[in-house]
């Protein structure tokens, strides 16, 4: 059980950020109506306001590095909690920016999960 | 609703690392037996074992420094997910260890919370 959340929670990080950085706008199929974003300190609620919030980012191309995922099961029948930290790259900045986000997994119907709760931090060292 | 969760969400932040760097051992009260922390990558379960992790720590003092607190209802029940981002000053130590970490809180009987599920991470830029 504990390796299989471990397993899901990677698996979902490693989808995520790869739409992110190469087909953003397929994101919103992770989101549902209820699901709620806190993006450095801005609260989205619901996939198409979320996904209208990444398309807006005022940067095109960015690529995330992780460097650790932590999962754990939630209380929530079958939900996962997933903590990561990573950097960003940004088109023309030499510096990464370091982040930490956390993300709650709700299973959908089909086998999948959904993202209810989504908060995201840049690291100002 | 959403202002009743941010308020919650800092008081229990304020009281967390305030219990956490004046009276360690009283941490344990916010724990239960189902909860679960991961403490930069290791597992532990249960409050018992959480409170000896952090008898444990290889530092009798530190002061934790609160930069940001982001919390959002979690689709359990009256549960709140709450990310913070801060940095630790450890004694000794020239430099503070920027870290993030992650709280899911469970209403408790008697109208307070414990922590369901707590994921900790020091950030190394």
Same mark, same amino acid.
């Given at each position: 059980m504990e390796e299989q959340v471990e397993l899901v929670g990677r698996a979902f990080v490693d989808h995520y950020y790869q739409l992110f950085d190469t087909?953003?706008?397929? $994101? !919103? !199929? $992770?989101?549902?109506?209820?699901s709620m974003l806190t993006f450095e300190g801005q609260k989205v609620l619901g996939a198409h306001a979320i996904s209208e919030k990444f398309m807006q980012l005022p940067f095109d191309k960015c690529q995330h590095h992780i460097s650790t995922i932590d999962s754990q099961p939630s209380s929530t029948s079958g939900g996962i909690v997933v903590f990561v930290s990573g950097s960003l790259a940004l088109p023309g900045e030499e510096h990464q920016l370091r982040f930490g986000q956390m993300f709650h997994l709700i299973p959908s119907t089909g086998g999948s999960f959904f993202v209810q709760n989504d908060m995201f931090r840049l690291n100002y060292g």
């Open positions: 087909d953003r706008a397929a $994101l !919103s !199929s $992770l989101y549902q109506p209820t």
